[in-house]
């Protein structure tokens, strides 16, 4: 029920007044929810003046008025309405927000994360080195991340003092798994999973306490790892490989060579490319797609190229291969999907590597759009970001023009030819 009256109601949600109690809230809402201070109202038209002079009980003649807060609180209160002026407001709209005290609330729960955090930094093992105070300013400088309640941050903060005394400590421990210290930790094996915060906080106190800079891609911070005798995971990526045959008598280069000679595919590890030797003769060109398929299709026809497969996005490791091929003096020839994430995929490897766009152009996609609609196959949407494409500046326009997305399954067959060419 409201306690207003009804017509008393009516009459102060008229259009008159609509201004004026837009204007208290937004000053109440942000000055504690206190009925002080004043405010202006400007470029009032009749009805607004005429509402005003009969709430103020004063005559208003100008077109602009400065409203008294208190003044206004008060005739509310011996008005029919009988209600203060947050009272008021809320009965004729949303209950007030006190900002004011939300804002000083927040700064508590800053204040507190980070007080909290100086404290298990002074009562650890760690209190006696240098680079503690620098990380404490580092993260407070940085803020804790968005979307993360001030609870959350103080157990994160002091799980990452807890890892880093493992690490950095006095005791420091032997050799172990990430997986195996992020258990010990927050219990759960990918609790130092690459991209949480939590891995962030600890590479932040590693690096600071090593003296080195936080490095900004994978490889960088599986180094980082190692320099505490953490042992990343390096079996679960792979990169998808045919037709390899490197140099070499170690039983890894064999085993390439023989799945190349039996036309089977291979997924190489982080692990693996840290021991094997990739020596290929100088000048191979080696083809690199984005779909698996392509490799699939490739040994089913026991094509005779060596063929690398971004699978997608292309994983760290598939740029760790590529750079490995690359330092022994191979080529490269690119084909993706046309769509714009295959459009920026290709340009990135075409210009990291210099490679030769393979089958890329805006002949080829017109020719493989013009087949795909005369064989009857569904035309998939190109939606998405235009990408303009580095090494043929038609290419785009092109696609726009068509507005049809071709992954590779659509020239499938055309490569798979390329890849079974001896020269």
Same mark, same amino acid.
């Given at each position: 029920?409201?306690?207003?009256?009804?017509?008393?109601? /009516?009459?102060?949600?008229?259009?008159?007044?609509?201004?004026?109690?837009?204007?208290?809230?937004?000053?109440? @809402?942000?000055?504690?929810?206190?009925?002080?201070?004043?405010?202006?109202?400007?470029?009032?038209?009749?009805? @607004?003046?005429?509402?005003?002079?009969?709430?103020?009980?004063?005559? +208003?003649?100008?077109?602009?008025?400065?409203?008294?807060?208190?003044?206004?609180?008060?005739? *509310?209160?011996?008005?029919?309405? !009988?209600?203060?002026?947050?009272?008021?407001?809320?009965?004729?709209?949303?209950?007030?927000?006190?900002?004011?005290?939300?804002?000083?609330?927040?700064?508590?729960?800053?204040?507190?994360?980070?007080?909290? +955090?100086?404290?298990?930094?002074?009562?650890?093992?760690?209190?006696?080195?240098?680079?503690?105070?620098?990380?404490?300013?580092?993260?407070?400088?940085?803020?804790?991340?968005?979307?993360?309640?001030?609870?959350? &941050?103080?157990?994160?903060?002091?799980?990452?003092?807890?890892?880093?005394?493992?690490?950095?400590?006095?005791?420091?421990?032997? &050799?172990?798994?990430?997986?195996?210290? =992020?258990?010990? &930790?927050?219990?759960?094996?990918?609790?130092?999973?690459? #991209?949480?915060?939590?891995?962030?906080?600890?590479?932040?106190?590693?690096?600071?306490?090593? !003296?080195?800079?936080?490095?900004?891609?994978? =490889?960088?911070?599986?180094?980082?790892?190692?320099?505490?005798?953490?042992?990343?995971?390096?079996?679960?990526? %792979?990169?998808?490989?045919? !037709?390899?045959?490197?140099?070499? @008598?170690?039983?890894?280069?064999?085993?390439?060579?023989?799945?190349?000679?039996?036309?089977?595919?291979?997924? *190489?590890?982080?692990?693996?490319?840290? %021991?094997?030797?990739?020596?290929?003769? %100088?000048?191979?060109?080696?083809?690199?797609?984005?779909?698996?398929?392509?490799?699939?299709?490739?040994?089913?026809? &026991?094509?005779?190229?060596?063929?690398?497969?971004?699978?997608?996005?292309?994983?760290?490791?598939?740029?760790?291969? +590529?750079?490995?091929?690359?330092?022994?003096?191979?080529?490269?020839?690119?084909?993706?999907?046309?769509?714009?994430?295959?459009?920026?995929?290709?340009?990135?490897?075409?210009?990291?590597? !210099?490679?030769?766009?393979?089958?890329? #152009?805006?002949?080829?996609? /017109?020719?493989?759009?013009?087949?795909?609609?005369?064989?009857?196959?569904?035309?998939?949407? *190109?939606?998405?970001?235009?990408?303009? =494409?580095?090494?043929?500046?038609?290419?785009?326009?092109?696609?726009?023009?068509?507005?049809?997305?071709?992954?590779?399954?659509?020239?499938?067959?055309?490569?798979?030819?390329? *890849?079974?060419?001896?020269?």
């Amino acid at each position: 029920m409201s306690a207003l009256p009804a017509a008393t109601r /009516e009459w102060l949600t008229g259009p008159g007044l609509t201004r004026l109690w837009e204007s208290v809230r937004k000053r109440l @809402e942000s000055n504690g929810v206190q009925a002080t201070g004043s405010l202006r109202l400007t470029a009032m038209n009749p009805q @607004e003046r005429n509402d005003l002079s009969l709430l103020l009980g004063k005559p +208003l003649t100008g077109a602009a008025v400065t409203v008294r807060l208190d003044v206004l609180d008060a005739r *509310l209160r011996a008005s029919a309405a !009988g209600l203060g002026l947050r009272q008021t407001l809320e009965e004729i709209g949303q209950p007030l927000a006190n900002r004011r005290a939300a804002r000083a609330d927040a700064t508590a729960r800053r204040e507190q994360v980070w007080s909290s +955090l100086a404290s298990s930094l002074d009562a650890s093992p760690l209190a006696g080195q240098e680079w503690p105070r620098q990380w404490y300013d580092l993260l407070r400088r940085a803020g804790v991340p968005r979307g993360v309640t001030s609870e959350a &941050a103080v157990w994160t903060l002091q799980q990452a003092v807890q890892v880093l005394t493992t690490l950095l400590g006095p005791e420091r421990g032997c &050799a172990r798994g990430r997986g195996e210290l =992020a258990a010990m &930790a927050t219990g759960s094996a990918h609790g130092l999973d690459d #991209g949480t915060w939590l891995a962030r906080l600890v590479q932040r106190g590693v690096a600071l306490a090593h !003296g080195t800079e936080f490095p900004d891609n994978a =490889a960088g911070r599986r180094a980082l790892w190692r320099l505490v005798s953490v042992t990343p995971d390096e079996v679960s990526s %792979t990169v998808l490989t045919y !037709g390899m045959r490197p140099d070499g @008598e170690g039983w890894q280069e064999r085993a390439l060579r023989e799945r190349a000679d039996h036309h089977a595919e291979s997924h *190489l590890t982080p692990r693996d490319l840290h %021991t094997l030797r990739l020596q290929l003769p %100088t000048g191979t060109l080696i083809h690199i797609c984005e779909n698996p398929r392509v490799v699939e299709a490739a040994a089913d026809a &026991a094509c005779v190229r060596p063929l690398v497969c971004t699978s997608g996005s292309a994983a760290t490791v598939v740029f760790t291969l +590529l750079d490995a091929l690359a330092a022994t003096g191979c080529r490269f020839a690119y084909h993706g999907d046309f769509d714009w994430p295959g459009i920026a995929l290709a340009n990135r490897v075409i210009r990291r590597y !210099g490679a030769r766009p393979w089958r890329m #152009g805006t002949a080829d996609y /017109e020719h493989l759009a013009a087949r795909s609609q005369a064989e009857g196959i569904p035309q998939l949407a *190109l939606d998405g970001q235009p990408v303009s =494409a580095d090494w043929d500046p038609d290419l785009s326009p092109a696609m726009i023009a068509l507005g049809v997305a071709l992954h590779e399954e659509a020239t499938l067959d055309l490569l798979v030819a390329d *890849l079974s060419r001896q020269t």
